[in-house]
């Protein structure tokens, strides 16, 4: 479990002042020195990951953060690192020095509520503050309180975690009946990983198979032959969006279609919002300004999808000059104002909590947004078709269609 993906992980980010513990009670609860601890303020400068199989939960990854009121010279760069973390986590720690709260623990706990994001007090300390109130009593010293310590803990989580990571939505598996057929569509092509298949490909393998369906991967070369092979035709066709197309082309219009970034557009995020995003295609204009953004930050390719396939894509469906900017990882602009559309990839090393963070802050900016998936199958004039499986998402297309 500890090769679980961190985008399928419970995000639990531990946050509070310069100096409260984070590091020692991370230490303390992973029984191990993931992060450097010390008396002097600011010890803990980028986030700190660590992975965990923490049951009955499942895995978990840890976020330890810079303190808040670090004064030192590397002060507001920490912090900065420490906010962005606010989109990824799904619960807080609030790491107290006892039962002590100040202007810094008050403003954590109002971005948390403000978020509706889960927050458990940690008062930290316990051997030199005594510590009373809704809290768990800590001494991250104390190494043999460690199992006491995370039985608490383990409560509280179970208590507050969200309701997706207790009963996790099926990625395909409610798509099509037990025992039907389901076919990957999988291109090898210069960005096919050698040896392997890309995280999305397996993850709709596996679910397909908790789900008791019969998976059948084939590339394109050979999917003609695969269909003629069956004795029934597949109940549901899944493909890379980059060959969304002739999929489309070659499928029997009664056979159900779609793709792996646009699975992921339910699973991760909102995905009627992230059609009614790609409506702003046929609207943009000469200068307009559009951000990609992608989830890993693999070395691009020749022809990469995102830096250079959906660009060329984009300015030959809507014949304008368009300016075109890329982030990476977890990076995402804090002010949006300047883009007319932001193209999110299929977030598969986000999790769902950061994907609905960044279409909630589109959605304040004024800005659409919309997913490779979605954005790909709209640029080749397919994505009605693929969004058969998904009836209000496909009834929310139809409709901006009508009235554009």
Known sequence: MLSTPKALRLHIALMGKVNSGKSSLLNLLTGQDVSITSSQAGTTTDVVEKNQELLPLGPITWLDTAGFGDETALGEQRMEKSQKVWDRADIILLVCEGNQEGEYEKTIEAEAKKRNLPLIKIFNKADVYPSSGEGIAVNSKDKASRDRILSQLKAELIRVCPEDFINTPALLGDLAPQKSQ???????????????????????????????????????????????????????????????????????????????????????????????????????????????????????????????????????????????????????????????????C????????????????????????????VCISELKGVLAKVLAPFPEALSTYLKNKKTA
């Open 346 to 373: 299929g977030g598969c090393m986000h999790n769902r909590r950061e994907m609905l963070s960044r279409i909630n802050k589109c959605e304040q900016a004024g800005v659409a947004i919309t997913n490779y998936g």
């Open 182 to 344: 389901i076919v990957l569509l999988v291109p090898i092509d210069k960005e096919a990983p050698k040896g392997r298949l890309i995280m999305p490909q397996v993850q709709a393998i596996r679910d397909g198979l908790d789900n008791s369906q019969i998976v059948t991967i084939v590339k394109e070369s050979e999917y003609d032959q695969a269909l003629a092979n069956m004795k029934m035709p597949p109940a549901l066709v899944v493909c890379d969006s980059q060959v969304v197309d002739f999929m489309v082309e070659h499928t029997p219009k009664e056979i159900t279609c779609t793709t792996f970034s646009i699975l992921f557009a339910r699973l991760k995020g909102d995905i009627v919002k992230l059609v009614e995003g790609a409506s702003m295609i046929d609207k943009l204009q000469n200068g307009d300004k559009i951000l990609i953004a992608e989830s890993c930050t693999h070395h691009a390719v020749e022809d990469d999808i995102g830096r250079v396939k959906i660009p060329n894509w984009l300015k030959k469906k809507t014949g304008k000059d368009l300016v075109i900017n890329h982030v990476s990882g977890h990076d995402f602009p804090a002010d949006l104002a300047e883009y007319k559309l932001v193209i999110q």
